[in-house]
């Protein structure tokens, strides 16, 4: 269990994190999502003991991260995989963290094994690719078999087969009780891999739910029946938003499948289609952190210089 309790941390007059509390439960992924500035890092690298925080506190099982006697046997981390240094080789790169943190020399090579790194581990650091680092760096997380994980964009750089097998590598560790907290900006493989999200924006926290409470908001139902005038009376009068939908159907908000199909039973009306219509994770995202977004692209690129003088020319 993680737990955040009014975690503030100020850089002179400005918040980057700003009374932020959340739970980080066992037993599923919890996502943590905002947009770039929304304050993510700052709260890892208080909840990792790399930064002290200006109030509040974030601690692991009850205790600060400073506090743990063995670290590396209770929390696992991935914060920067080009954290190491380039001429050390693999596998003695974990060795020296094994060593350090008291852990059995054997434990490198099943991590090895296990990142699909045991014909690279011989070979330095510095000539890795940035998939071959995310895997030492996902070794060196998983090295003290921890109970909790904390990973900070595990993903970059993996091929389709490495992204499938963290996937079901986290998943799998959640099942067996333990607490895994994954930040990504991916929101296709959040929305493949996390159980709950945490998302905040601007330091502060907009959101803390299971990941269908986010998919099925601002979701709507298709509905099919050749009685469409009784049954949009009979949803209205529910409370319902009906609007007509695409090839007579009608498109339903404000309840779900199971209440209009016990709504129509009632009544008796014939129902030939009943469907939900969830939103993306990545429209859902983007429609609760709209305010939040600090750091926005302009909608157009500029106009080729080129381009400019052809389109000049052919208006000549």
Do not use: C
């Amino acid at each position: 269990m993680i737990q955040v309790r009014g975690l503030t941390k100020r850089y002179g007059p400005v918040p980057a994190v700003d009374d932020l509390t959340f739970d980080v439960r066992p037993g599923v992924v919890t996502g943590f999502l905002g947009p770039n500035g929304s304050g993510k890092s700052t709260t890892l690298r208080v909840i990792l003991g790399l930064d002290a925080p200006t109030a509040g506190t974030a601690t692991i099982r009850g205790r600060s991260y400073t506090g743990l006697p063995v670290p590396m046997r209770e929390v696992g981390a991935l914060l920067d995989a080009g954290a190491v240094h380039p001429r050390r080789r693999a596998r003695d790169h974990l060795l020296f963290l094994a060593r350090s943190n008291g852990l059995p020399a054997s434990r490198v090579d099943e991590v090895l094994d296990m990142t699909g790194l045991e014909r690279a581990a011989r070979r330095r650091a510095g000539v890795f690719s940035l998939g071959m680092r995310q895997r030492l760096g996902i070794a060196a997380a998983l090295l003290g078999d921890p109970e909790v994980l904390i990973l900070d964009e595990p993903v970059n750089g993996l091929d389709p087969e490495g992204i499938r097998w963290i996937r079901a590598l986290l998943r799998g560790l959640a099942a067996e009780g333990r607490t895994v907290l994954l930040s990504s900006h991916l929101m296709s493989e959040m929305a493949l891999t996390a159980d709950h999200l945490v998302i905040i924006g601007r330091g502060r926290l907009i959101a803390d739910d299971g990941l269908d409470a986010f998919t099925d908001a601002g979701g709507s139902v298709l509905v099919r029946t050749p009685a469409a005038p009784r049954l949009r009376s009979l949803l209205t009068g529910a409370g319902a938003t009906v609007r007509p939908g695409p090839d007579g159907a009608l498109t339903v908000r404000g309840l779900d499948a199971s209440r209009i199909g016990d709504l129509a039973a009632a009544e008796g009306v014939p129902l030939h289609e009943l469907t939900p219509q969830r939103v993306s994770l990545e429209d859902a995202y983007m429609a609760l952190t709209q305010q939040a977004v600090e750091y926005r692209a302009t909608s157009e690129p500029p106009r080729q210089p080129d381009r400019e003088r052809a389109e000049a020319g052919a208006v000549r």
